[in-house]
């Protein structure tokens, strides 16, 4: 079983950078592919991006396209979310998930991740 954690949340201001971290512990996570999603008060949790299990593709939500970006490091066990531009409507908390690994495509829905972290809060003020 993998398990996940994210840090690297915090409170930043709008136009500010933050690099979050999903460190996995347990089995590897090198053959799956790992999703990022957000969760803002109120709303339903949304997908913000993936990246494959080899590192070579990433997909991204439009929100966010241009201003984030998805690493990995197999190695280290840890996948990254690299956030720019941060705007107030990216308050959320973030959590990395790990999709089920039967399914071989990215998926951009939360009921194809079968893992997930517990999650960093991220606030952007204006």
């Known amino acids: 079983q993998v398990q996940l954690v994210e840090s690297g949340g915090g409170l930043v201001q709008a136009g500010d950078s933050l690099r979050l971290s999903c460190a996995a512990s347990g089995r590897t996570i090198s053959s799956l592919i790992m999703g990022w999603f957000r969760q803002a008060p109120g709303k339903e949790r949304e997908f913000v991006g993936a990246?494959?299990?080899?590192?070579?593709?990433?997909y991204y939500a439009d929100s966010v396209k241009g201003r984030f970006t998805i690493s990995r490091d197999n190695a280290k066990k840890t996948v990254y979310l690299q956030m720019s531009s941060l705007k107030p409507e990216d308050t959320a908390v973030y959590y990395c998930?790990?999709?089920?690994?039967?399914?071989?495509?990215?998926?951009?829905?939360?009921?194809?991740?079968?893992?997930w972290g517990q999650g960093t809060q991220v606030t952007v003020s204006s």
């Open positions: 998930a790990s999709q089920k690994p039967t399914e071989l495509y990215v998926h951009t829905t939360r009921e194809m991740y079968d893992i």
């Open positions: 990246i494959t299990w080899d590192g070579v593709n990433a």
